[in-house]
């Protein structure tokens, strides 16, 4: 056992990305080859695999994992390092190749997308210890909770993941995708009724379009919704979206991908350790990118508590 603590195990989403996962694996091999990296690839081959394989991965000594996918396999790997029971999930160190279609976490985090420059950041070793947001949320009248590593959405955001999801299950998700789902979600999705909560003080009631709470920035491939996010200060970033006119969203559209969307005056901002969403009636949650299930909506935060590669510049 004590053999793999040196050695990477690497988790790798073949369908992430459209298949790119499977089709720049070759390369990405053979520059973890070139870096002198050893490690032990593992296909995922269903949902929820990553999670399996980080936890066996864990129970087998490894104490390095690669993820070569996207968000959705970021998320699935991250609860598996709370699922164990062998080290803190903070004694694990872990890098993400992205090859995803949104690729939001590494946006904040500084890891480079370019292949061979995120594995030079793998071999310089930089790491960072980043905050993890954890939702208990409502699915099949049962209570259930998730680790969130990015950001997460409830009512509109979680409509357009769950246009998106059905794309991909009839495997017709193209480039523009989210873009389309976005735009057609926002001309047939009604404002609910909703409750917020922050540390306790209620400080929203009325008609919501969309919330987000995250620990990073950027969520819908490039959306910087939370700019003012920082990963490690130990608390949650919300954005709500109040109901808005496509209009305003037109001539404004520059603010949702240059950090400026608090000058949307439609959309307001929060910040506390523990968010607290009721609606009325229920509204879906996407967590980093994944339909769960719908309110009433508890998030907290285990401050720190993931170790992650980073780029040598990155700043926090």
Request: proline share 3%; charged share 25%; hydrophobic share 40%.
């Amino acid at each position: 056992m004590a053999s793999q603590t040196h050695k990477w195990f690497v988790v790798v989403n073949p369908v992430a990305g459209r298949g790119r996962g499977l089709d720049d694996f070759p390369e990405i091999s053979k520059l973890l080859r070139e870096a002198e990296i050893d490690y032990e690839p593992a296909f995922t081959e269903h949902k929820y695999h990553a999670t399996e394989l980080a936890v066996a991965a864990v129970r087998q000594g490894y104490r390095r994992i690669i993820v070569v996918g996207g968000d959705g396999t970021l998320h699935e790997v991250v609860n598996g390092l709370f699922i164990q029971n062998e080290v803190r999930p903070d004694e694990v160190l872990l890098a993400v190749i992205a090859v995803g279609t949104g690729n939001d976490w590494v946006r904040t985090v500084g890891i480079p997308e370019r292949h061979r420059d995120a594995i030079r950041a793998i071999a310089e070793e930089c790491c960072f210890l980043q905050d993890v947001g954890v939702v208990s949320y409502e699915e099949s009248h049962y209570r259930q909770s998730r680790c969130m590593v990015n950001v997460a959405g409830a009512g509109f955001d979680a409509q357009v993941v769950r246009r998106v999801s059905h794309l991909q299950q009839k495997a017709r998700l193209r480039r523009w995708s989210y873009t389309w789902c976005l735009l057609r979600s926002f001309f047939g999705y009604k404002s609910t009724g909703v409750k917020v909560w922050v540390d306790d003080k209620l400080v929203y009631n009325d008609l919501l379009l969309s919330v987000a709470i995250g620990i990073c920035q950027y969520n819908g491939g490039g959306i910087r919704q939370l700019p003012e996010a920082v990963a490690d200060d130990g608390l949650l970033d919300v954005s709500l979206i109040r109901p808005i006119h496509f209009w305003h969203v037109l001539f404004r559209f520059k603010y949702l991908f240059n950090g400026g969307i608090y000058r949307i005056r439609h959309i307001l901002k929060e910040r506390g350790s523990r968010v607290r969403i009721e609606s009325s009636p229920e509204i879906p949650l996407e967590v980093d990118g994944e339909l769960l299930g719908e309110t009433p909506l508890e998030f907290t935060v285990r401050s720190r508590s993931i170790r992650i590669i980073v780029s040598r510049g990155f700043r926090g």
